[in-house]
């Protein structure tokens, strides 16, 4: 006899899918159909499931209120990018990168500098919260933000995400000891960690809160990420906001145009150089992308 429940993925690996329902977790793989459609489930959705002799079978995807290639998950309520200026060091544009596409969902993200017993990364916490960013300085030796970090996930279904190394399951180890996360060494002579964290998988801390951890990832990485389009990257970022509509041109791209507000105010340091390079890297790798490659 077939069962149908509902539920919700939280762990996807090697393409079995753990649902959590009222009865428990049971382990399911995909229909073939969800694969031809191109909708493979992932770690937060919400899944019809059909279940015979303990064996599971995702049928069906609920709508998504959001969903990522990097990090894979979806309905995500806010998205914490880890960061780091001691072993390994982050740079602004792998920030920006993914900032930008959870911006482009309008998921709110907040920025999570981790280490901070051993560098205070003063220039990233400058940059981000001048940019309007949240931002957590933590040390999952010393502990100091984690309780900060806490109040900040109730209630939430959150994702970790950041370059390798920088610390993201330490800090849930933090938040929930008893999960007893595997955490790696960084490279000294790298100065960058390993993937200690392999697939993406949702942890409960209770009170109706959820972080998935998910695989850290290199500036290489970022070339398999989402593309944004050109049209729509400058609403991407909040700090460019107060600007756009104030330009020459009404269809200004903030590139080269004369009477450009947004590059103005980047000159007299309203908007931080960084940010505003990120912008301009990210514009030219959307302009070489045809909008129907997207689809």
Not at 203 to 210: A, C, K, N, P, R
Request: hydrophobic share 35%; charged share 25%; with cysteine.
């Amino acid at each position: 006899m077939t069962e149908k429940t509902k539920g919700r993925i939280i762990r996807s690996l090697s393409g079995f899918y753990d649902v959590q329902t009222q009865a428990g977790v049971i382990t399911c793989r995909g229909r073939g159909v969800l694969r031809k459609e191109g909708n493979s489930p992932l770690t937060g959705d919400n899944v019809e499931i059909s279940v015979e002799r303990g064996k599971g079978m995702v049928d069906k995807i609920l709508p998504r209120k959001n969903s990522f290639v990097r990090p894979a998950v979806a309905n995500i309520d806010a998205l914490v990018i880890f960061a780091a200026n001691v072993n390994p060091v982050t740079e602004p544009f792998l920030i920006d990168r993914v900032a930008a596409i959870a911006g482009d969902q309008g998921v709110p993200v907040y920025l999570c500098v981790n280490k901070c017993d051993l560098d205070p990364a003063l220039d990233l916490v400058r940059i981000y919260r001048n940019a309007g960013f949240p931002v957590f300085c933590t040390s999952a030796q010393t502990g100091e933000g984690v309780e900060e970090l806490r109040d900040l996930l109730k209630g939430k279904l959150t994702a970790f995400t950041g370059n390798s190394g920088v610390g993201k399951s330490s800090i849930l180890n933090r938040l929930c000891p008893e999960l007893d996360l595997p955490t790696g060494e960084v490279s000294e002579k790298l100065g960058r960690g390993r993937h200690t964290t392999r697939h993406v998988q949702l942890y409960s801390l209770g009170e109706e809160t959820y972080v998935a951890d998910t695989p850290g990832f290199s500036s290489f990485d970022t070339d398999q990420m989402e593309i944004i389009l050109k049209e729509n990257l400058q609403y991407a970022f909040p700090d460019l906001a107060p600007y756009i509509g104030s330009c020459q041109f009404r269809d200004c791209t903030h590139r080269k145009e004369p009477g450009c507000a947004v590059r103005l105010a980047c000159e007299e340091g309203k908007i931080e150089k960084t940010r505003y390079e990120s912008y301009l890297r990210l514009y030219e790798k959307a302009s070489q992308v045809k909008t129907w490659e997207l689809k």
